[in-house]
Structures are given as C-alpha cells and as structure tokens.
C-alpha cells in the first residue's frame, strides 16, 4: 500500500509524456471541429442554426474526412477525463477539500463564464449570419441562446471534481484499498475499465443514441450517451493518481509502455472493427434514435475502442514521448487556454473561406493551420496579463 504522505510528484520523464499527450488530445479536438465544416453527412438547420451539425457548413466537401469523427470521438475526451483524474486525490490529500474546490472553481468556472458569455456568441455569430439573417452583433448577443458548445467539457469536468471531493470526504482510504494488482497489471485495469464503462455506456446508447447531447437549460452538458463513460474514466484516473503514479502500470517496470507494439496492433483491429459495425448500422444523424439493428453490437464496440485507444496512446507516449523541446513545451503550457479560445478563430476561418473555390482538404489545412496559429498567439498574449496566467 501507498503511505499517505508519499510524494506524488511526477518524475521529468512522466510529467513529459502525459502533458504532451494532453496538449497532442487539444490538436484533435481543433482538428476534429475543423472537419466538421467539410463533412458529406454535414447539415446546416436554418430554423435552428445552433442544433446543425457544426456551426458553419461548406459547399466544398470530402470523403477523406467521413471516419474521423467516429474514431476521434470513440476516445479522446475520455483520455482527457482520464488524465483529467490522475492528479486529484494528491490536490484533496495536499490542499484540502475547501482550498481544491476553491482552485477548481477558479480554473474551470470562470472560463467556462467567458466561453458562455463571450467567446461563444463571437464564434456563433458567423453561424447566425449564415441563416441569411442581418442584425448587428450586439443586436445577436443581447438575444443569444447562451449555449456553452466546448465549454461543456469544463462544466462536466467540476462536476466530477465535486463529486470526487465529497467520495474523499466520505471514504478518503477507499481508493488505496483497490488491490495493487489492478493498479500495476495493464491487462487486469484493461478488463476492470471495461466492464464499467461497458455497465455506464450501453444503457444510456440504447437510451440516447450517438448523437444527442444532453442539455440543462441553454447549457450544453455533454453527449449523453457518453457522459457516464467519461465519469469512469475520469473516476479511474482519480484511483491510479490515489494509489500513486509511480506503482501504478503507468510507470510500474515492464508494464504499459513496454507492451506498445501489442497495444498498437490492438488498436489498429479495434478501429477496423469498429468502422465494419458503424458502416452495417444504418443510423439517421438529423433523425430521432430508434435503435437500428445492430445498435448493441456497435456499443460493445465503441466502449472496446475507446480503452484500447487509450492504452495505446498512453503506452505510445510513455514510451516514445520522453525528451523535452521548447515549442512543445509552450504547447503544452498553453494547450488549456488554447481549448478555451479556439472555437472563434475555427468558426470564423472556415466562414471567411466559403466563397473560396479549393479542395475542402486544403480549405480544412488552412483553417486547422491559422486557427492553432492565432490561439497560440492568444494564449501566449492573454498569460502575460496578471492573474490570467493563474486561471489557464
């Protein structure tokens, strides 16, 4: 068992491979919601613009980008929810369960104000201009619908935060009784992990489908069918950060990042399945979810996928990702605020080049290129201001 007062502090080597691999999780997520504009399946809904498919819909479109969703979506955001976890347990242990919901408010809820109040309205007004309408910005933002859009990952991560404080203030040696074995063997963590999220997944997929998103009001919380899964994988990173990094399979000798080849080959047959069951369900995106034949099968697939994926892209940089370099390094420290401030530069790249005759994969290069580009150049801006630096 791991003493309490053991010091959890990342070794360089680890601290490199998990704050590149979250920074590399930011670069999807821009790039997935650049694509989202060239997609065949796209649809624009003039009635109701903020419930189209993406923001901004493009004439040019490409079948290159047809899968990456699916694949995309099938397991960053809960490695991020996973990474998301592992420090926790240390902050409640080191800060206090008042001082760590202090600092999490600080970090997550004010941003998440200034997404839903600013930087949302500026990224949706293009959207709102595309429904042929007319007003002036701020005639727009006074009747804003006050969605959150990416801002919900903040809302649902303090939410699990909180929910992680309370189980430490009930049942603060629950964690550091899991078995060690569970916590060192890959393979052991592998089965346990699936058979969770598999139990919090296909229920709320047969209940929701694929792509509902669940909202509270004007505020987006997340996609439903996968808001479970990702307290899983968030709750399982909170369990290997109690037990402690350095016993854990993340750094136990001869554990995950040794096994990369067989996680790698792992992955490549978990996506190829995964797509022959996507492409044999036939599932309407614009319709009500009626669960098609086939919709279990595909469920059980995509909760595979996304721990396989995860495994191989921990094990990938765990093993590869272990030297330091400077650009990487500011991308790393400004990948949060680079999450926070992007949606704008993306959504309004991809309106300002609809009337350009090319390609959607060099429309879509251009967007991904200036988009990072200018979000960088923010972030590196806006952590100059005092106190902003403390809260991205």
Known sequence: MVDNSADLRPSNQRSCSLDYLRATIILLVLYLHTILCYLPSARFNLSDYVHSTAPIIDTSRSTVFNLMPLLLNGFFMALLFFLSGLFVWKSLYNKGITCFLKVRLRRLGIPFLIMVTVIMPIAYYPSFLQTGAQES??????????????????????????????????????????????????????????????ASFIPMWALYGPYQWFELGPFTIGQACRIGLYAVYFFAGVV???????????????????????????????????????????????????????????????????????????????????????????????????????????????????????AAEIKALLVISLSLFLSWGTSLLLRRIPGVNALI
């Open 240 to 358: 290997v950060g109690a037990k402690g990094l350095q016993s854990s399979f993340l750094r136990y000798p001869g554990s995950l990042s040794s096994r990369w080849r067989s996680w790698l080959l792992a992955s490549l047959i978990a996506a190829l399945v995964l797509v022959i069951s996507f492409t044999g369900v036939n599932i309407d995106i614009a319709g009500p979810w009626t669960r098609p034949d086939g919709w279990f099968l595909l469920g059980i697939c995509l909760v595979f996928y996304s721990a396989i994926l995860c495994f191989t892209f921990l094990a990938l940089f765990l093993r590869f990702v272990t030297i330091r370099h400077p650009w990487a390094d500011s991308l790393s420290k400004n990948s949060y605020a680079i999450y926070i401030v992007h949606y704008p530069f993306v959504i309004w790249t991809q309106y300002l080049l609809l009337s350009w005759s090319m």
């Open 137 to 198: 910005f701020f005639s727009y933002w006074f009747g804003w619908s006050w969605i959150s859009g990416p801002a919900w990952y903040l809302s649902l991560l303090f939410g699990f935060d909180l929910l992680a404080a309370i189980f430490f203030r009930v049942a603060a040696k629950s964690c550091r009784r899991v078995p060690e074995v569970f916590i060192r063997k890959p393979s052991l963590f592998f089965v346990v992990l699936v058979f969770f999220s598999g």
